[in-house]
């Protein structure tokens, strides 16, 4: 291996020729930045800015006095779902409960298919309606609808429609599984900023728009893995931070807006420019269901829509069908106000079990998960749960910032006598007796 060029932008290529053609491999060190330099009678500034666009555009990874890696891009990365094969007890899957999620099928003997042909418009009539009518309480006017294949696309989307490889995102820390893998993918730099009980702290926020963030992902209610809400106060605390950067791109992942039984709170400023609300149907219809509904100003939207055109990637006006007609049904809708409260009341069965056995956890949350934060090695825990006949996800995969200690535990499943049991495992894990 021989790392050639007079420029930044020389040895940046070079580099990349080189993992390419195999002959720099995923884990190998770079040469310190000070022998490079000198090796190529260079100045070392110029391998130092080589060097930080390698890291930004995910090729490798800077780790301060250990060097400059070659980062291994090749693993999907942990992965939310359930595990089929596992003898455990599967509290770690992050699925809803396959009882509450409506027939969709039924919708067609209702509303038999028409074909559609290119150039159609891309979203139904009927259901841009409705998403207009859910969205427009809580938009900034004016505002455009656009259907995606699902909230992790349309943040992927929405996010390459304005950022380029190395550009900073700032993040809640700790991070849903699927958007540090998307952000890993696609070569952006995640910046985490914490959240506590009302969510997205504001001064953590404001450092990393000082930083350079170029855009910002943030939940409003049921944040996984912590399931922490945003308060009002907290919302309009970020909305201030966030109108003092209206350069900056705001995506608000509403996931779980179908079944939350928490009010949303806004944090898009009054004359915002660049933004986007998405909300998933996935939780309340399954899974399978790709689709979210997104709202946005008109030119976040026509950006989006080049990438959705008809006859390319438009989400398919057979499952728009299906889905208009299932989210009319007056009885699909009494069965999501069920499994929200079922949901609810699983969550805080789980949390009289564990208040009851001594074991804080992140209480009077939302969403399908519950987060039991611990100061002690959560692998571990996880390990001896597992021995103990329970699958559970500990916090590591969720750190952006850095390792997060903690476990998270789905709840959409769970009975009372399993939260019983799974509150003296997890007492006797931590070796509180």
């Given at each position: 291996?021989?790392?050639?060029?007079?420029?930044?932008?020389?040895?940046?290529d070079?580099?990349?020729?080189?993992?390419q053609?195999?002959q720099?491999r995923p884990?190998?060190?770079?040469?310190?930045?000070?022998?490079?330099?000198?090796e190529?009678?260079?100045?070392?500034?110029?391998?130092?800015?080589?060097?930080?666009?390698?890291?930004?555009a995910?090729?490798a990874?800077?780790?301060?006095?250990?060097g400059?890696?070659?980062?291994?891009a090749s693993?999907?990365?942990e992965?939310?779902?359930?595990?089929?094969?596992?003898p455990l007890?599967?509290?770690?899957?992050?699925?809803?409960d396959?009882?509450?999620?409506?027939?969709?099928?039924?919708?067609l003997?209702?509303?038999p298919y028409?074909h559609?042909?290119?150039?159609?418009?891309?979203?139904?009539?009927?259901?841009?309606?409705?998403?207009r009518?859910?969205?427009?309480?809580?938009?900034p006017a004016p505002?455009?609808?656009d259907l995606?294949?699902?909230?992790?696309d349309?943040?992927?989307?929405l996010?390459?429609?304005?950022?380029v490889?190395?550009?900073?995102?700032?993040?809640?820390?700790?991070?849903f599984?699927s958007?540090?893998?998307m952000l890993r993918?696609a070569?952006?730099?995640?910046i985490?900023?914490?959240?506590?009980a009302?969510g997205m702290?504001v001064?953590?926020?404001?450092?990393?728009?000082?930083?350079?963030?170029?855009?910002?992902?943030?939940?409003?209610?049921?944040h996984?893995?912590?399931?922490c809400?945003?308060?009002?106060?907290?919302?309009?605390?970020?909305?201030r931070?966030?109108a003092?950067?209206?350069q900056?791109m705001?995506i608000?992942?509403?996931?779980?807006a179908l079944?939350?039984?928490k009010?949303?709170?806004?944090v898009?400023?009054?004359g915002?420019?660049?933004?986007?609300?998405?909300?998933s149907?996935?939780?309340?219809l399954?899974?399978d269901v790709r689709v979210?509904m997104v709202?946005?100003?008109?030119?976040?939207?026509r950006?989006?829509?080049?990438?959705?055109?008809?006859?390319?990637?438009w989400?398919?006006?057979?499952l728009?069908?299906?889905?208009e007609?299932?989210?009319?049904r007056?009885?699909?809708a009494?069965?999501?106000a069920?499994a929200?409260?079922?949901?609810?009341?699983?969550r805080?069965m789980?949390?009289d079990?564990?208040?009851?056995?001594?074991?804080?956890?992140?209480e009077?949350?939302d969403g399908?998960?519950?987060?039991?934060?611990?100061?002690v090695?959560?692998?571990?825990v996880?390990?001896?749960?597992?021995?103990?006949?329970?699958?559970?996800r500990?916090?590591?995969?969720f750190?952006v910032?850095?390792?997060?200690s903690?476990?998270r535990?789905?709840?959409?499943?769970m009975e009372s006598?399993q939260?019983?049991d799974l509150?003296?495992?997890?007492?006797?894990?931590l070796g509180l007796?």
């Amino acid at each position: 291996m021989k790392i050639q060029g007079k420029t930044a932008a020389e040895i940046f290529d070079c580099v990349r020729a080189l993992l390419q053609s195999g002959q720099l491999r995923p884990g190998q060190a770079l040469p310190p930045v000070r022998d490079l330099a000198a090796e190529l009678d260079i100045n070392r500034n110029t391998v130092a800015a080589a060097y930080k666009r390698l890291a930004g555009a995910g090729i490798a990874v800077t780790q301060g006095r250990l060097g400059t890696v070659i980062r291994d891009a090749s693993g999907p990365g942990e992965q939310e779902g359930a595990q089929p094969d596992t003898p455990l007890v599967d509290l770690a899957s992050g699925n809803p409960d396959p009882a509450w999620l409506p027939d969709l099928t039924a919708a067609l003997a209702i509303r038999p298919y028409k074909h559609r042909l290119y150039g159609e418009p891309t979203v139904n009539a009927g259901l841009q309606a409705y998403a207009r009518a859910w969205f427009e309480p809580d938009c900034p006017a004016p505002f455009e609808i656009d259907l995606t294949h699902g909230a992790v696309d349309a943040v992927e989307r929405l996010l390459a429609s304005h950022l380029v490889a190395g550009d900073k995102v700032a993040v809640e820390h700790p991070c849903f599984l699927s958007s540090i893998n998307m952000l890993r993918i696609a070569g952006l730099r995640a910046i985490g900023v914490p959240v506590d009980a009302q969510g997205m702290q504001v001064q953590a926020l404001e450092a990393a728009l000082e930083r350079g963030a170029r855009a910002v992902i943030l939940t409003p209610r049921a944040h996984n893995p912590t399931g922490c809400s945003l308060s009002e106060r907290r919302a309009r605390a970020l909305a201030r931070v966030l109108a003092r950067y209206p350069q900056v791109m705001v995506i608000v992942d509403d996931h779980y807006a179908l079944l939350s039984d928490k009010e949303y709170h806004s944090v898009l400023p009054a004359g915002a420019q660049r933004w986007a609300l998405v909300r998933s149907l996935t939780k309340a219809l399954g899974p399978d269901v790709r689709v979210a509904m997104v709202a946005s100003d008109p030119a976040t939207s026509r950006r989006l829509r080049m990438r959705l055109a008809s006859g390319t990637s438009w989400v398919s006006h057979l499952l728009q069908d299906m889905i208009e007609v299932t989210l009319g049904r007056p009885e699909v809708a009494a069965q999501m106000a069920q499994a929200r409260e079922d949901y609810a009341r699983r969550r805080r069965m789980l949390e009289d079990a564990l208040r009851a056995e001594g074991v804080p956890c992140a209480e009077q949350g939302d969403g399908l998960n519950l987060w039991i934060p611990l100061e002690v090695d959560d692998k571990a825990v996880a390990l001896a749960l597992a021995h103990r006949g329970w699958l559970v996800r500990h916090g590591d995969a969720f750190g952006v910032l850095g390792a997060v200690s903690g476990l998270r535990v789905t709840v959409s499943g769970m009975e009372s006598g399993q939260c019983r049991d799974l509150a003296r495992d997890i007492r006797a894990s931590l070796g509180l007796g």
